[in-house]
């Protein structure tokens, strides 16, 4: 554990936290995104009282606008705070194996906590053997007391690198599945960069 202004934060969430930053980057206000403005991947349009808003809203009034931004450590910060409170704990990601973790915590700020819970919970259905392992649970993308539990009956009967190999396929099924109904996130090709398989 790792102590970070006063808050003790698991050390996985901040190899976690560096990976999807890489993948999200800093400022964009892109018109095809339903997201609206964005910071560091955090949608103005859905999480518009984020408190990190008040100091880009600010900067906006520099002419070295992201310059500021990158300066900005306060920022940072509540950048963390927020991936951490309303990400990373909310997968459970404190719980479960490195890199189980790091690809749900990455899966739900890129997909939505709803679509990513959907996605385990058919990548657990799927590989219960038809339920001789464990019972299958309702993908209703609710991740609560039981698809923990049935996750963690999996990592005890299935493989972490078959878990694991089997969300990032349906990951990149979803992102296909988007792109054929709307063509226009094709300029999104960059998703398929989060997909991920161990060999």
Known sequence: MIN?????MNKTFFIAFNKLIAFEGTYSNDPDDKGGETYCGIS?????????WIRIDHAKESANFSEVLKANMN????????????FWLKMNCDV???KIA????????????RRATIILQTALNVLNNNQKKYADIR????????TLATLQRALENVSNKLIFNVINILQGSFY???????????????WFNRVEVIK
């Open 75 to 86: 920022l940072r910060g509540y950048v963390q705070d927020f991936y951490l409170n309303e």
């Open 139 to 146: 993908t209703d993308g609710k991740f609560g007391n039981q």
């Open 4 to 8: 970070v202004r006063g808050k003790m």
């Open 44 to 52: 103005r349009n859905n999480f518009p009282n984020w408190i990190g």
């Open 102 to 113: 790091e690809e749900l915590f990455e899966l739900s700020v890129n997909c939505g906590i």
């Open 96 to 98: 479960l194996p490195d």
């Open 176 to 190: 296909i599945e988007l792109m054929i109904n709307n063509p226009v996130y094709e300029k999104y090709i960059g």
